[in-house]
């Protein structure tokens, strides 16, 4: 498990503000998404499934954001050019290795969800969003589980 004060830091913080998509509710998401997905990092591919990463975001979702989202729009495209070496799309083990990269590609994920992100203190409504549109009703991911896994990250 990460650090969650470093996490936020030296990855979230500066990654989030590259993308021009900083907010502290965006922030708190991130290190939910990623205390719920790998407990804090522990775990760089998903046990029993596809997820890859700290955010174990799945191969499916990782080319849908390539080919429908990103490349539509210029800016956020010059931007993971300009910040993340990505002049093409990176291979998919990317996710594994590079934080910033991972964390770049978790928030654009949220960024093409409608709705804005809940408030960085509202912790259930962190859940909502987080289940409804990260792990979705086929998910395995329970409430009281996932905010004992962001509550003890964030304590560490």
Same mark, same amino acid.
């Given at each position: 498990?990460?650090?969650?004060?470093?996490?936020?830091?030296?990855?979230?913080?500066?990654?989030?503000?590259?993308?021009?998509?900083?907010?502290?509710?965006?922030?708190?998401?991130?290190?939910?998404?990623?205390?719920?997905?790998?407990?804090?990092?522990?775990?760089?591919?998903?046990?029993?499934?596809?997820?890859?990463?700290?955010?174990?975001?799945?191969?499916?979702?990782?080319?849908?954001? @390539?080919?429908?989202?990103?490349?539509? =729009?210029?800016?956020?495209?010059?931007?993971?050019?300009?910040?993340?070496?990505?002049? =093409?799309?990176?291979?998919?083990?990317?996710?594994?290795?590079?934080?910033?990269?991972?964390?770049?590609?978790? =928030?654009? &994920?949220?960024?093409?969800?409608?709705?804005?992100?809940?408030?960085?203190?509202?912790?259930?409504?962190? @859940?909502?969003?987080?289940?409804?549109?990260?792990?979705?009703?086929?998910?395995?991911?329970?409430?009281?589980?996932?905010?004992?896994?962001?509550?003890? &990250?964030?304590?560490?």
């Amino acid at each position: 498990m990460f650090i969650c004060s470093q996490f936020r830091s030296l990855i979230v913080e500066p990654v989030l503000s590259k993308l021009k998509l900083y907010s502290k509710g965006a922030e708190e998401l991130m290190v939910f998404t990623c205390a719920s997905e790998s407990l804090g990092g522990t775990f760089l591919m998903e046990v029993k499934g596809p997820g890859l990463g700290i955010y174990q975001m799945e191969p499916v979702t990782y080319s849908d954001l @390539w080919a429908n989202f990103i490349r539509n =729009r210029n800016q956020l495209a010059t931007l993971m050019s300009m910040h993340f070496n990505c002049n =093409r799309v990176p291979e998919l083990e990317r996710m594994i290795y590079d934080l910033n990269f991972a964390t770049a590609m978790t =928030r654009i &994920f949220y960024y093409s969800k409608p709705g804005n992100i809940p408030d960085a203190s509202d912790i259930d409504g962190l @859940w909502d969003y987080y289940k409804k549109y990260y792990n979705t009703d086929k998910g395995k991911a329970k409430k009281e589980d996932s905010i004992k896994k962001y509550q003890d &990250f964030v304590k560490s």
